[in-house]
Each structure stands twice: as structure tokens, then as C-alpha cells.
């Protein structure tokens, strides 16, 4: 099972984890295995099925906070935010020391704005778990910036991208977005241009992005024409 999941090769491994439960119906890790395979088939409804049998054989906290996670994380992927939020907070009840789950709360409250003190404490203890963790900088970043603490969102970005070794088009957007807030559009407009080449790349190219560099390159007087030339292709 190791060997497949390692080769990226998700219906073998699905395969020979449903082998493995025929002899050990009861093993948490297997059904968690066979909870990520239907998770990365977008079956989020069976992922939840999986975990939620994991759930009756959790014979301690650790487990049980670990399992809550990740269905939080599958709620999260299949929308249901209210859902997300249960989960992860049962997660924290057995485990206040989850730091991806303390950072993964605390970006959740500010993308939707709100909590935003609770979200900058949770985030911060993330960090204190888990050192120079260049999701958790982002995450810091982006809370900062919530709150409109603009100077300091961009020591937490900057941070982040040096840390993080492949940074994401969503790290590259958060730092143009905090620089264009601090008026230094000239930097904003070159974090916006590497977040539009790596997701053109991934081919999810994000319309909002393209029209925050159409709408700076016609505050700086820049020809429509030129822009569309330069950053759109």
C-alpha cells in the first residue's frame, strides 16, 4: 500500500487497502487510507463514511482530534462551512495543540472576516507550534491584513516566501494584494504577475486576479491595450 501510494496510484491503492480490511476491519489507519482515496476522487461523501467508521474504533484523544480534522477538511472541500467549523472544533477539543487545525480555523474566519483576534491568537499559537511553517506565515499574513495591520502582514508574507521553498500563486496573490494596500503598486503588480504565471501553468487561470492588474495598470495610466499585450496573453 506504501509502495502504490507512494507512485501517485490511487485505485491500487484503494485495491489492496480493501484486501488489508478483510483481515483488520477495525484499523484506523486503513479506513483513513481508503478516506483519502475517495477524497482525491472529489467522493467526498463516502471520505466522511470512511473517517466516520475510523471514528468508532478511536480508542484514544490523539486519534479521535486527527480523525475530526479531517473530516473537517472534507466538509471544508464539499462546502459545508458550518460543518467544517463542528469538526474542527471537536478536533481542538481533543487536541488544543493541532496546529494545522489551529491555522486552518483561523484562515477560515478570515476569509469570511470575522473572529479575527480569536483567528490572530490561534494562528500565532500555530506558529509557536510549528516555527517558520510558511502556510501558518501566510495564514498570519492574511489575518493581519483583515484587520488592516498592513505593515505588519507584509513582514509575515515576505517571511513566508522566502521559507517556503515552492510558494503557491495564493502566497504570491496575499503579498500583492498587502503591498498594493501599503501604495507600492509597482511590487504588488510583480507578485500579481508570478501568481497569474503559476496558475496559467496549472491552467486555473482566476479572472478576479486578472482584472486587479487591468485596474492598477489603468491607475498608472498604462495603456489598456499594452496591459491586456503584457499580463493577459
Known amino acids: 500500500i506504501s509502495i502504490e501510494s507512494d507512485f501517485g496510484r490511487l485505485d491500487s491503492v484503494a485495491h489492496y487497502t480493501n484486501l488489508a480490511l478483510k483481515h483488520f476491519p477495525q484499523n484506523i489507519e486503513l479506513l483513513q487510507l481508503r478516506s483519502y482515496v475517495a477524497q482525491e476522487h472529489k467522493r467526498y461523501e463516502e471520505a466522511l463514511d470512511w473517517m466516520n467508521e475510523a471514528l468508532k474504533y478511536a480508542s484514544k484523544d490523539e486519534e ?3 480523525i475530526w480534522a479531517s473530516i473537517g477538511i472534507i ?3 464539499r462546502g459545508d462551512k458550518k ?3 463542528k469538526a474542527y472544533e471537536k478536533a481542538l477539543k481533543y487536541n488544543p495543540e493541532n496546529s494545522t487545525v489551529l491555522n486552518n480555523l483561523a484562515y477560515e474566519y478570515s476569509l469570511e472576516g470575522r473572529n479575527l483576534d480569536k483567528a490572530l491568537e490561534m494562528v500565532e499559537r500555530a506558529l509557536e507550534l510549528s516555527a517558520n511553517n510558511p502556510t501558518f506565515l501566510d495564514t498570519k499574513a492574511w489575518v493581519l491584513y483583515k484587520l488592516q495591520r498592513y505593515d505588519e502582514a507584509l513582514i509575515h508574507i515576505e517571511h513566508a516566501l522566502t521559507t517556503d521553498a515552492e510558494p503557491s ?3 504570491y496573490e496575499h503579498a500583492g494584494d498587502i503591498c498594493y494596500q501599503l501604495k507600492n503598486r509597482s511590487k ?3 507578485y500579481w504577475r508570478k501568481a497569474f504565471e503559476l496558475q496559467r501553468e496549472a491552467g486555473a487561470q482566476d479572472k478576479k ?3 486587479k492588474m487591468v485596474i492598477f495598470d489603468k491607475s498608472i495610466s498604462f495603456p489598456l ?3 491586456k499585450f503584457t499580463f493577459l496573453w
Open 64 to 66: 479521535r482530534g486527527e
Open 75 to 77: 466538509e471544508n472541500q
Open 83 to 85: 460543518r467544517c467549523y
Open 169 to 171: 500563486d495564493v502566497l
Open 188 to 190: 504588488a503588480l510583480d
Open 209 to 211: 486576479l486578472e482584472k
Open 225 to 227: 491595450s499594452w496591459c
